[in-house]
């Protein structure tokens, strides 16, 4: 099973585990950031199924530790995303190599042309099952998902999200970001403020983000901020609100991030902070989903209409009361010892180097030698013994240092006057 996303293939794997505990399945999640051993050993004891990301599959397959000519069933799962990450050439190599006696499936919540090519190729005499399209407004459950869109102030930003946060009936949420930096940014803001918060974006190391998603699902931070990396796919149950803090690229990012809540039945409220320069943005995917949202009203943190719309109780403050923040935060979240490589493998080495390890800011001297160092120790005299009539307490004179003068390296005669 190919996957884009590490997070994706964790969640795909425990799902299957959890379905095949009664056929008794062999299971095996392989990309990367984690180290080759314990996945090279799980493809030599017998796998039944192995759910990877495209770059790490084909790796493991050049090394010759995973067999593609023994595969009898592959499934392409959000192709669409694969697509969009530049993942299609790998896809291209990983087809080849399948016999083609095999079962495909593919999955995709948009069909663009690039996909249907693939479908073409690699799938005979496909069966087209649509559950649904992006490009179909009806497809966003509006009487399960309570939208809003608000025109805002960059500099007023976290303190309406600091406030969106304290609304009535609010459980696990969601934060949106363009960025990784405002990603970073938010969470910290946020963390200040006295919310259980964490960020997951693509710069952080593969353990930091395992370690910052089971602390959600587990209830030991409520407030996740991520990248788009988080909006495809992934599944945790009970998300009451999505705010997009910065405006989606398209309909389609949209989308999948307010997809995260209302799911299973349940209810769940988007909300979308839209600056100036987003305008067009957001008119763009007004009119592609119908919203009925074309002018969103101007809004500051202190509007009436924004506490009236979510719920906020009145009085509500930027910085959660002492007495709410009941959540263990991240830090009670262990951070899971992955054989981590890359750079987050660099950053751990960094942060466990013994303090009596050799300093970064040590002070170099060029020509310091051992040779050099003797030359100028010698080249200074003794300092005199101290006089026996002095005081004990006089401060002691410091030795006159003579300076060798030399021509050509031969010691020059001095003129004393």
């Not at 990983?94 to 499936?105: C, H, N, V, W, Y």
């Not at 089971?214 to 909006?231: E, P």
Request: glycine share 8%; with cysteine; proline share 5%.
């Amino acid at each position: 099973m190919v996957v884009p996303t590490r997070e994706l293939a964790i969640q795909v794997a425990a799902d299957l585990t959890t379905a095949g505990k009664r056929t008794g399945a062999r299971i095996l999640t392989v990309y990367g950031g984690r180290a080759y051993e314990p996945q090279i050993t799980g493809l030599k004891n017998g796998i039944d199924i192995v759910v990877g990301t495209p770059g790490r599959l084909l790796d493991l397959e050049k090394q010759g530790h995973l067999r593609l000519s023994q595969v009898t069933a592959v499934v392409l799962d959000e192709a669409d995303k694969m697509l969009d990450l530049g993942f299609m050439p790998d896809i291209e190599r990983i087809m080849a190599k399948i016999p083609t006696s095999r079962q495909t499936m593919l999955f995709s919540a948009t069909m663009p042309s690039e996909i249907v090519a693939l479908s073409r190729n690699y799938l005979h005499r496909p069966t087209h099952v649509r559950a649904g399209d992006d490009d179909d407004p009806g497809q966003i459950a509006t009487d399960r998902i309570e939208q809003h869109a608000f025109r805002t102030h960059s500099m007023d930003k976290q303190e309406m999200l600091a406030r969106l946060l304290q609304a009535d009936g609010r459980g696990l949420s969601m934060i949106f970001c363009q960025t990784k930096r405002v990603c970073d940014q938010v969470a910290t803001a946020l963390k200040g403020r006295g919310f259980a918060a964490a960020a997951v974006h693509g710069d952080l190391g593969q353990s930091q983000r395992e370690r910052a998603l089971r602390a959600f699902r587990n209830g030991k931070i409520d407030v996740l901020v991520a990248t788009d990396v988080a909006a495809r796919g992934l599944d945790v149950d009970d998300v009451t609100h999505v705010v997009n803090y910065e405006c989606p690229d398209d309909e389609k990012s949209y989308t999948h991030r307010i997809g995260r809540t209302g799911r299973a039945g349940r209810a769940g409220t988007a909300v979308t902070f839209i600056d100036w320069r987003e305008m067009a943005r957001w008119r763009l995917i007004n009119t592609a989903l119908d919203l009925s949202i074309p002018e969103p009203a101007e809004t500051y943190s202190t509007s009436p209409h924004f506490f009236e719309a979510l719920r906020i109780p009145e009085g509500t403050k930027g910085t959660l009361a002492k007495e709410r923040r009941d959540r263990a935060g991240l830090e009670a979240e262990e951070v899971e010892d992955i054989g981590e490589t890359g750079r987050g493998a660099r950053e751990r080495e960094r942060d466990e180097k013994p303090a009596g390890g050799r300093s970064r800011n040590r002070r170099r001297s060029r020509g310091q030698g051992p040779a050099r160092q003797a030359k100028e120790d010698t080249s200074a005299p003794a300092p005199e013994p101290a006089s026996a009539s002095g005081a004990d307490d006089a401060p002691a004179k410091p030795a006159r240092r003579r300076r060798r003068r030399t021509r050509s390296g031969v010691d020059a005669p001095e003129n004393r006057d």
